[in-house]
């Protein structure tokens, strides 16, 4: 009896420290499976943010027809839309709003002021019916024969100030500039209105485009990782 119990022992423990084939096997099945699965995932991510892709890029190329891009090679890295009706050369002598968006589509804003006196203005305040948007910029000024100011205002305040511009399309707008205890107060104009909403819109235009694009190269990568572990 001890010669026997001696051998089923032998036996259990030769059975334990060899490889389990069925084992593996089967989870070599479970591992394409699964596989197989991320890999038709990420073939539906890829067609899909394609898709969009090809809806977003005409509509942008469409949108840049307004707009001129500008770069000084010597000295910057990156350029920037400027809407062909907000360049300063076309404003000379009159109070407005001028946006930039970069190549990243990240905004930014100036307020200039033309006036017979300076205003020294570093409050902007959008106004619509009976809301409003209040923001306070930075200040430089020039002065000259008549006095000519120009304030900028950050990009997360100038995304502010476009979002409440293209929130009131059809209702009167008016821009007053605060400095000094003085104001100016003037009207933004229809063709001014309708720059700085194609200004926003393009700016979010290029953030939508260049967050799909990183998605669909991600998962390009992941298609190809995953046709790898396929072919072995």
């Not at 290029?206 to 991600?218: A, G, N, P, V, Y």
Request: include cysteine; charge should be positive.
């Amino acid at each position: 009896m001890k010669k026997i119990g001696y051998f089923i022992l032998i036996l259990c423990c030769v059975a334990a420290c060899s490889p389990n084939h069925s084992t593996t096997s089967e989870r070599r099945a479970a591992q394409r499976v699964s596989d197989s699965t991320e890999l038709i995932r990420q073939e539906k991510t890829v067609a899909y943010t394609d898709s969009i892709l090809q809806v977003l890029l005409p509509r942008v190329d469409t949108l840049l027809q307004l707009f001129e891009y500008e770069k000084y090679e010597k000295y910057e890295d990156k350029g920037r839309y400027i809407h062909r009706r907000l360049k300063t050369t076309r404003n000379v002598g009159r109070s407005h709003l001028q946006v930039y968006v970069a190549d990243d589509g990240t905004l930014s804003m100036r307020s200039y002021y033309f006036g017979s006196k300076a205003l020294a203005h570093t409050w902007i305040t959008l106004r619509a019916d009976s809301n409003q948007l209040r923001t306070k910029g930075s200040l430089h000024s020039l002065q000259t024969e008549e006095a000519i100011e120009i304030t900028t205002i950050e990009s997360d305040d100038a995304e502010q100030m476009l979002r409440f511009v293209d929130g009131y399309t059809s209702s009167k707008i008016q821009i007053i500039l605060e400095g000094n205890n003085q104001k100016y107060i003037y009207s933004l104009p229809q063709a001014d209105r309708q720059a700085l909403i194609a200004s926003y819109q393009l700016s979010a235009y290029i953030h939508d485009i260049k967050e799909l694009e990183s998605r669909l190269r991600q998962a390009s990568l992941q298609v190809q990782k995953y046709k790898k572990r396929l072919q072995k």
